[in-house]
């Protein structure tokens, strides 16, 4: 890296996994914006899903200007974030049969929805049943993971299989087993993780060809303005009115 800083690698690193994103998983994030504009023109609603540090990316597709209005977080109580206490719960409960069964059995979700599941393993009980119940129950699943877990790693779930097994489509973020995108003298161990970066910014490319493809068809996005430009609560009081049946952020 000669004398380039840290920060300077980190930004390369994150740079060079967003360009192979964008090469390599266009067809991808093509048929995945497909997949959800169907689903929009077709009166189903949009759920987002991701544990841990992976629920990041899915939370920054919900309520959010520039975003559609339809998408839904699908919280499973201990696992969404950092916040439960102790933190080290949330990873014991990725790892919990039958509790993505429980959460979609109380949940909205029916046939003909759609479900974005965020897990970068994808080799958790959790994600892999999640995929597996909605998929039973009719619902159309996006993966957002990383392939070289299901290469590298064994699977955590009974059945042997990963996230990407039980998928309509699968989004590769092609980050390395250990989410560390840097090494250095005295530093004792990997650091400077990418997977938030990159798998933010995969869904955000989906997003931006969804909301294109429905343009294309007639159809106007339901998409939110910010709040702090002029005209912003206006026009999100009109598009969460007119969608309300399809939001539950909002009950």
């Known amino acids: 890296m000669g004398d380039s800083t840290l920060a300077e690698q980190f930004f390369d690193a994150a740079a060079g996994l967003l360009r192979r994103v964008r090469d390599e998983e266009a067809e991808s994030v093509a048929a995945a914006a497909t997949l959800i504009a169907d689903t929009v023109a077709d009166g189903g609603r949009l759920f987002a899903f991701g544990a841990g540090h992976s629920s990041l990316a899915a939370q920054d597709l919900v309520y959010r200007a520039g975003g559609l209005a339809l998408m839904n977080l699908l919280a499973v109580p201990g696992v969404v974030g950092v916040d439960v206490m102790p933190a080290t719960l949330g990873s014991v409960l990725e790892r919990v049969d039958g509790l993505a069964a429980a959460v979609l059995d109380t949940s909205p979700m029916r046939s003909g929805d759609l479900l974005v599941i965020v897990s970068l393993s994808g080799r958790n009980p959790l994600p892999v049943e999640m995929a597996l119940n909605a998929r039973a129950l009719g619902v159309k699943v996006i993966g957002v993971t990383s392939v070289a877990y299901a290469e590298q790693t064994r699977s955590r779930h009974v059945s042997g299989t990963f996230l990407k097994d039980h998928c309509d489509i699968v989004l590769d973020s092609k980050v390395a087993v250990g989410d560390a995108e840097l090494t250095a003298g005295g530093v004792p ?50 598009v969460l009115r007119e969608y309300g049946d399809r939001i539950f952020y909002l009950r």
């Open 189 to 238: 161990a990997p650091f400077a993780p990418a997977s938030t970066v990159v798998t933010t910014a995969l869904l955000q490319a989906v997003m931006a060809m969804a909301a294109g493809a429905l343009a294309e068809r007639g159809i106007e996005p339901p998409l939110l303005r910010s709040g702090n430009v002029d005209g912003g609560h206006e026009w999100n009081s009109r």
